[in-house]
């Protein structure tokens, strides 16, 4: 699949980024960070332009979450019934998500792009909770943001090494979401005590 992708990157340039992305965040298995990491690497080989291969990727990244936004919030769970096993989401998927993003709220969308197999389903959660658009794209932009310059600039600095560091990267996004969430708790704990000394 990554020969695949590298070809018709190859072949179509920022075309093919923006679409990939777009699509494999509404949920087709595309290795989305390999392919930001790869366009990182291209800019600073003088394939791409930095400003562009940004540009494209964050489109592609904002399109796809929107449209699954607007699948979840138009369709609900009656889409994932008849058609999610062609893009191997399924209820049980779904409702993980709802249930998550339940738990941590519009922050599941600026920070799901983050979570290995969470990104692809916060959108449909966030829609069929009947979050408002505004909402929406201020929380999930936002992380669209994050996570492209932050994945496409790892894969410029590290140059020709780009590829030896991506085959962890699953790995490194594993512990570093977990040290999020182990600081995420031990400020809301420190909050909830602070605010039980004032009373």
């Known amino acids: 699949m990554e020969h695949q992708?590298?070809?018709?990157?190859?072949?179509?340039?920022?075309?093919?980024?923006?679409?990939?992305?777009?699509?494999?965040?509404?949920?087709?298995?595309a290795p989305?960070?390999?392919?930001?990491?790869?366009?990182?690497?291209?800019v600073s080989r003088g394939t791409f332009a930095?400003?562009?291969?940004?540009?494209?990727?964050?489109?592609?990244?904002?399109?796809?979450?929107?449209?699954?936004?607007?699948?979840?919030?138009?369709f609900g769970l009656a889409?994932?019934?008849?058609?999610?096993?062609?893009?191997?989401?399924?209820?049980e998927h779904v409702n993980r998500a709802h249930a998550w993003f339940a738990r941590v709220g519009h922050w599941g969308l600026?920070?799901?792009?983050?979570?290995?197999?969470?990104?692809?389903?916060?959108?449909?959660?966030?829609?069929?909770s009947g979050l408002e658009a505004r909402p929406f794209a201020l929380f999930a932009y936002s992380g669209a943001c994050l996570w492209v310059s932050g994945f496409v600039g790892l894969g410029y600095f590290l140059g020709n090494r780009w590829e030896a560091v991506e085959r962890n990267i699953h790995q490194y996004l594993l512990w570093a979401t977990?040290?999020?969430?182990?600081?995420?708790?031990?400020?809301?704990?420190?909050r909830k005590l602070r605010r039980a000394k004032g009373k």
């Open 5 to 29: 992708i590298f070809q018709w990157i190859a072949r179509y340039g920022y075309a093919a980024v923006f679409c990939l992305l777009m699509f494999g965040i509404v949920g087709l298995p």
């Open 79 to 91: 889409l994932i019934h008849r058609y999610g096993r062609y893009v191997r989401i399924t209820e």
């Open 32 to 42: 989305d960070e390999t392919l930001l990491t790869y366009s990182g690497y291209l």
């Open 178 to 190: 977990l040290a999020a969430v182990i600081v995420l708790a031990g400020w809301l704990v420190w």
């Open 50 to 74: 930095l400003p562009l291969a940004l540009a494209t990727a964050l489109a592609g990244s904002m399109c796809g979450i929107t449209l699954s936004y607007w699948l979840g919030r138009t």
């Open 110 to 128: 600026t920070f799901g792009y983050f979570v290995p197999g969470v990104r692809h389903l916060t959108a449909y959660a966030a829609g069929m």
